[in-house]
């Protein structure tokens, strides 16, 4: 059984705690102003809901163990919140309750070169990552395009441009150190360990990638770092259609060719890209494509490689005579897609869909969900990770709109079903948050579905944390 | 509370059991033949336990859920057996018991060649799976050295010779359906899903790889398979130390050049793998080493870059002309290093050891445990895939020796403490079994074998999948 949380009752719980939440994070730990509480209320997602009773900002683990297992034995429900750049809902306080920000918690990133592996903070950004381990030649590859909270990243288990290479965060993640629910801290892997595989009990690290917080919080991520490629090259090639495009894609994977990024815009995301990032590319289906190699002649021939399967699928044009400069301007554009299709109509938020699917049914369900866009007069951009199979639409909506709001729920609902129908998932990297959950039993099952159930009420048996998220109702 | 079995309960529970388990499984699924049951008994280890009570073979998914449920609801411990090549006691039935055996769970392995996956039953070992797809071009990489069964490799979380290039079983299964405790049959990812990634819900593909049959039995996995390279080379270079040997591997990964194997024999490994395969190495601690890549010139400049690092370290040798058919001898020979360690004694059975360091440790604790031996006397050889810091020392011991027997169990204390001194893990590949539950409390730390015991409980809390193995008592 769910238990069923009453907000006033959560509201005189947090009443009485005050005094005892500053006792363990200080007066400036325990933030009630309004201000400050509004800040914490949304993500970069459409959802609404109202700012959380109080947003409490601790320092270090211990005193995020000490917080929640206080909560714990009040039933005071707890929603852990990083850099708030999720897209689907995941850190926002929809109960009410208490918000744990993690951006506190503070402490440089220490990197252990010989064995490229990094443990950061939650206070550590993916750029500051970057930026810290910059001297040793090293870089941390997952790029949601967001600067998140690497921590964060590993809760919604994220990925982004160059997965397809360098895999997703559950791929590039070590060792983690969790709070549980009732304030036991755990080291997934043992306490400062970091061997590059082991077979030593349940592997509790990838539980707690992509449990978006309803499991733990995450209080320290050590992650894969890589050797920063010698070598790069870029390339951009336009086809008449999103076919076309994402049929290269998949035989380029068949090729086995080890491109480092492989990402599709459509006509209307190039349109939106060359408007707000000033650029003056063909506005028509576009693969942006990178190339990573320890030499010159193997960055070429991959260019080769690629050139001339993109030319089999009828490309309007190849251009790999791409600069330093150029390269950094066409992915600080591919990474502002998602600002730029949102400036395309005044005022509007944005709601993006996450679909992934199998590389074989790539082409069609992008051809089909273009063509569902254009038929129901949606106005809407595709751009995605498609080396992985995953793509998103983008959709520029008028908050206030209603009958909008439907409509885009509607073509939504059609592409996570087209997406499940041909054996994908609703959800690549975003999270499950609080949009997809009704998808989750048609996606996994009611069996798995029940199991996750069992899990969340062995860890978390009063249900505290973040509860109404990821798991669907029983 | 764990629950304590008493194994006159158990036998006697069965003995009333037998005509369900052939109402479920056919009288040819249920054997009780004293022949048959010593089959089961053991693992290629050199753990020692009575024979199962009786061995269910069933056929396919139903009679494992139905056989699942029934023992659940009586109170009998069972073991999943696959193709008995672990090498930790994992799959022997130390409480008598029910041996669950998986192999006549048949069905013709399932390609997705577009999608790079291919689903198999448990029938299905490695070797069978790469016969099945040859026609393909593609290849499925995980690599232990036996011919086990591919979900038997996912229950053991197990890897091999080319993990350092292709990944461990962790990396490479996508999907499982797996038959839990109570009969439940789920798919963790959802049935006959495989998108390149997801964030939809909690990680169970993952919790199950490595879990030993202690959380439930799969019935199926669908695995990543990789292009087969089109072009490929080998070298062989040794050194005067295994610490120099070591110290060239470590360089090697810090100028990130993408070797498929490299791994490591030292100088008495190398003197029996001569004997046994009829190979006249040099008898040094050897590298042998293989290069994968899309062209010869790639192969050739992974070659050349190697052979530099072999000669700053003073390589004694290094032979890159190795042919394909020198290269096949020479990766059989590396297969059967385990069973030519073991004929250096006649009438002796093979002790594993199993740890995996960071790479920095590498060298040190390598040569560290190469003096211990020679220190104390004791026969062993090492031998290891030493890209992933995982190394073996394989002793040839005597059964009945039970002097020799504690001389070495301490030995492989020692080793343990070493690795776990320097970040490391008690188990690279072999998994815990029943050999390495001592370590797991000092690896984890309290708090995280805690929270196995509460998954554990969640997901069989009648503690009747393999009883006694991999958890630590609380």
Same mark, same amino acid.
């Given at each position: 059984?769910?238990?069923?949380?009453?907000?006033?009752?959560?509201?005189?719980?947090?009443?009485?705690?005050?005094?005892?939440?500053?006792?363990?994070?200080?007066?400036?730990?325990?933030?009630?102003?309004?201000?400050?509480?509004?800040?914490?209320?949304?993500?970069?997602?459409?959802?609404?809901?109202?700012?959380?009773?109080?947003?409490?900002?601790?320092?270090?683990?211990?005193?995020?163990?000490?917080?929640?297992?206080?909560?714990?034995?009040?039933?005071?429900?707890?929603?852990?919140?990083?850099?708030? =750049?999720? !897209?689907?809902? #995941? $850190?926002?306080?929809? &109960? +009410?309750?208490?918000?744990?920000? @993690?951006?506190? /918690?503070?402490?440089?990133?220490?990197?252990?070169?010989?064995?490229?592996?990094?443990?950061?903070?939650?206070?550590?950004?993916?750029?500051?990552?970057?930026?810290?381990?910059?001297?040793?030649?090293?870089?941390?590859?997952?790029?949601?395009?967001?600067?998140?909270?690497?921590?964060?990243?590993?809760?919604?288990?994220?990925?982004?441009?160059?997965?397809?290479?360098?895999?997703?965060?559950?791929?590039?993640?070590?060792?983690?150190?969790?709070?549980?629910?009732?304030?036991?801290?755990?080291?997934?892997?043992?306490?400062?360990?970091?061997?590059?595989?082991?077979?030593?009990?349940?592997?509790? =690290?990838? !539980?707690?990638? #992509? $449990?978006?917080?309803? &499991? +733990?919080?995450?209080?320290?991520? @050590?992650?894969? /770092?890589?050797?920063?490629?010698?070598?790069?090259?870029?390339?951009?090639?336009?086809?008449?259609?999103?076919?076309?495009?994402?049929?290269?894609?998949?035989?380029?994977?068949?090729?086995?060719?080890?491109?480092?990024?492989?990402?599709?815009?459509?006509?209307?995301?190039?349109?939106?890209?060359?408007?707000?990032?000033?650029?003056?590319?063909?506005?028509?289906?576009?693969?942006?494509?990178?190339?990573?190699?320890?030499?010159?002649?193997?960055?070429?021939?991959?260019?080769?490689?690629?050139?001339?399967?993109?030319?089999?699928?009828?490309?309007?044009?190849?251009?790999?005579?791409?600069?330093?400069?150029?390269?950094?301007?066409?992915?600080?554009?591919?990474?502002?897609?998602?600002?730029?299709?949102?400036?395309?109509?005044?005022?509007?938020?944005?709601?993006?869909?996450?679909?992934?699917?199998?590389?074989?049914?790539?082409?069609?369900?992008?051809?089909?969900?273009?063509?569902?866009?254009?038929?129901?007069?949606?106005?809407?951009?595709?751009?995605?990770?498609?080396?992985?199979?995953?793509?998103?639409?983008?959709?520029?909506?008028?908050?206030?709109?209603?009958?909008?709001?439907?409509?885009?729920?509607?073509?939504?609902?059609?592409?996570?079903?087209?997406?499940?129908?041909?054996?994908?998932?609703?959800?690549?990297?975003?999270?499950?948050?609080?949009?997809?959950?009704?998808?989750?039993?048609?996606?996994?099952?009611?069996?798995?579905?029940?199991?996750?159930?069992?899990?969340?009420?062995?860890?978390?048996?009063?249900?505290?944390?973040?509860?109404?998220?990821?798991?669907?109702?029983?």
């Amino acid at each position: 059984m769910r238990r069923v949380f009453s907000t006033q009752a959560i509201q005189n719980a947090i009443e009485k705690s005050l005094p005892d939440f500053q006792k363990i994070a200080g007066s400036s730990g325990v933030r009630t102003q309004e201000s400050v509480r509004r800040q914490f209320a949304r993500d970069e997602s459409h959802f609404v809901a109202p700012p959380p009773a109080v947003v409490l900002e601790p320092t270090n683990v211990e005193q995020v163990s000490q917080l929640l297992k206080l909560c714990n034995d009040r039933n005071i429900p707890v929603v852990p919140f990083g850099t708030g =750049t999720g !897209l689907e809902g #995941g $850190s926002m306080s929809i &109960l +009410g309750g208490v918000c744990l920000s @993690t951006q506190q /918690v503070v402490g440089e990133p220490t990197l252990r070169e010989q064995d490229f592996v990094c443990s950061v903070k939650p206070s550590t950004t993916r750029i500051a990552l970057n930026d810290s381990i910059k001297h040793s030649g090293l870089f941390f590859p997952v790029d949601p395009g967001a600067d998140a909270s690497v921590c964060g990243m590993v809760a919604t288990s994220a990925s982004g441009t160059n997965a397809i290479r360098y895999g997703t965060m559950k791929e590039n993640v070590v060792n983690l150190e969790v709070v549980l629910a009732d304030g036991t801290v755990i080291d997934t892997k043992g306490k400062g360990r970091c061997p590059r595989k082991s077979s030593a009990g349940f592997n509790f =690290t990838e !539980l707690f990638v #992509g $449990s978006e917080g309803t &499991l +733990g919080v995450i209080t320290q991520a @050590t992650v894969k /770092v890589h050797p920063r490629p010698q070598f790069l090259s870029a390339a951009v090639s336009s086809f008449s259609s999103v076919h076309q495009a994402a049929s290269t894609v998949v035989e380029a994977l068949q090729w086995s060719i080890p491109v480092a990024r492989i990402e599709l815009l459509d006509d209307v995301q190039i349109k939106a890209c060359n408007a707000y990032s000033g650029l003056t590319l063909r506005e028509a289906p576009t693969l942006f494509i990178e190339f990573h190699g320890s030499s010159e002649k193997e960055v070429a021939d991959q260019t080769t490689a690629v050139e001339e399967i993109c030319k089999s699928h009828e490309a309007l044009d190849f251009d790999s005579g791409a600069s330093p400069d150029k390269m950094a301007i066409l992915w600080k554009a591919r990474h502002n897609a998602y600002y730029a299709a949102l400036s395309m109509r005044t005022g509007a938020r944005g709601f993006t869909t996450d679909v992934c699917v199998p590389i074989s049914k790539l082409a069609d369900v992008i051809s089909e969900t273009r063509a569902d866009l254009d038929e129901h007069g949606i106005h809407g951009t595709v751009v995605g990770h498609v080396g992985d199979g995953n793509f998103h639409v983008i959709l520029p909506t008028i908050e206030e709109d209603k009958s909008e709001h439907r409509k885009i729920q509607s073509f939504s609902d059609r592409l996570v079903r087209r997406a499940l129908a041909a054996d994908g998932t609703c959800t690549g990297e975003h999270g499950i948050g609080l949009g997809k959950r009704k998808y989750l039993r048609e996606e996994l099952g009611e069996n798995t579905v029940r199991l996750m159930h069992t899990v969340k009420k062995a860890l978390d048996p009063r249900n505290i944390m973040n509860p109404g998220k990821v798991l669907p109702e029983l």
